[in-house]
């Protein structure tokens, strides 16, 4: 049985200018110990869709999904109090920024032992000792004496070491980092991806990792979901996507990556993803697809329920050239 399964999972937002799907129709399925990634720029509803899982999203949005559980468990019909016995426990979350996830008020020590005395119940000295346990356990050297540290005395990468510390606290089942390295140095990236890896096979929690960096995703996961504008626009696992992507987007990825150009200037996707007010009417990403034809323009490509190994796309690509392409499109 798979750990967590989303079938269909829309979100959208009520706003000043009317309504905004941010997230459309995104599946997943996650079996226990498994790493998967979802990657796509900035924009794409990565975020959304997982604070959505968790009930985490404000009253303004509206998130529907023909399948959303949890070991087992129906989260749409989940009663707020259980909701809050699994989220931070059982399903816990890594943010991207760890200054503004940590409370710049309280110490360390008492950030990390909240959640023990809420989900776990233990006394005083056995949280100072799980605390310490924990902080030694990502690696942050004199764990004692950070304790009483407050954020503000920690770097960026010793904090994003704390909220792993905290999120793991509960040993989860399944974690959610959410681009947990991109505020970091690059230097500091690599111990923080190290770590996160380290721990998912210590404990066999299933990982799920955003991003926005396929660098990462190459390092990392056994399966990868590509989003873009809210949508899935193809899934495979993480060999098949990287020798042969079947979205246009997907090859646009993986050009802009440093180790594939052969250029002394990096490749970029021109243009951005679409927002509430520029989205096209066909394809999302036809405004900036370099094998955009008239019916791209016009018509949404759909997706069978079935989309594993497909991609939303008109033309899928077949080792790197569109497929049914129109003739006279042809360069
Ligand atoms: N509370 C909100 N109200 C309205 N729009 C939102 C809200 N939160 C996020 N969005 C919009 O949803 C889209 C997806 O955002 P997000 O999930 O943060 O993208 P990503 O994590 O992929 O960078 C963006 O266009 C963003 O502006
Ligand atoms: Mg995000």
Redesign the pocket.
Known sequence: MPLLEIENLTVS?Q?AGGQ?T??DRVSLHIEPGEIVSVV??????????M?ALMGL??W??TVTADVLRFAGQDMQTIPKQELRKIIGSKMAMIFQEPMTSLNPCFTVGFQLTESLKIHLGLNRAQRKARAIELLELVGIPEPQKRLSAFPHQLSGGMNQRVMIAMAISCDPQLLIA??PTTALDVTIQAQILDLLLKLQKEKGMSLVL?T?DMGVVAETAERVAV?YA?QQVEKQPVKGLFSSPHHPYTQALLNSLPERSDSKILPSIAGV?P??FDKPKGCLFSPRCEYVTDHCRTTPPQIGPESFGRALCHYPLKDGKPTNYPKEEAK
Do not use: N, R, Y
Request: negative net charge; aromatic residues 6%.
């Open positions: 937002f706003t905004f941010a997230v796509g720029e900035s924009g794409s509803g990565k975020s959304v869709a604070l999203l404000p303004t949005a959410d681009e955003i926005h989003q809210g993803v927002g509430q």
